[in-house]
């Protein structure tokens, strides 16, 4: 079993930057990707950025791609999402999760296994 934890969120002005954390514990020799998901009221879940995990090949979202990088350190099972010119678009509960080997999509929301609990990211003007 995989724990995820994130953290990192809080309130910024519009043009900021952030860098979001989500530590993985546990049953971490089974992840085969990592990805963030952001979600507000009343919408679906969506994809923002996927990496995998054993040769760092990394995915983004089109309304992130260019502003948001996704990265990770293997050592400490932790990964990052830096977020940059953030407009109030980007305001949402960012989520961490990872998932076990799988032959769908990485943008996917369903195929992912393990969740964390979602950290809210604030874009203020």
């Known amino acids: 079993q995989v724990q995820l934890v994130e953290s990192g969120g809080r309130l910024i002005q519009t043009g900021g930057s952030l860098r979001l954390s989500c530590a993985a514990s546990g049953g971490t020799f089974e992840i085969e990707a990592m990805a963030w998901f952001r979600q507000v009221p009343g919408k679906d879940r969506q994809f923002v950025a996927a990496?995998?995990?054993?040769?760092?090949?990394?995915y983004y979202g089109d309304s992130v791609r260019g502003r948001f990088t996704i990265s990770k350190d293997s050592a400490a099972n932790t990964m990052y999402l830096q977020l940059s010119s953030l407009n109030s678009e980007d305001t949402a509960v960012y989520y961490c999760?990872?998932?076990?080997?799988?032959?769908?999509?990485?943008?996917?929301?369903?195929?992912?296994?393990?969740w964390g609990q979602g950290t809210q990211v604030t874009v203020s003007s």
């Open positions: 990496i995998r995990w054993s040769n760092d090949m990394t």
């Open positions: 999760a990872a998932r076990k080997l799988s032959i769908y999509p990485l943008s996917y929301a369903t195929y992912y296994n393990y």
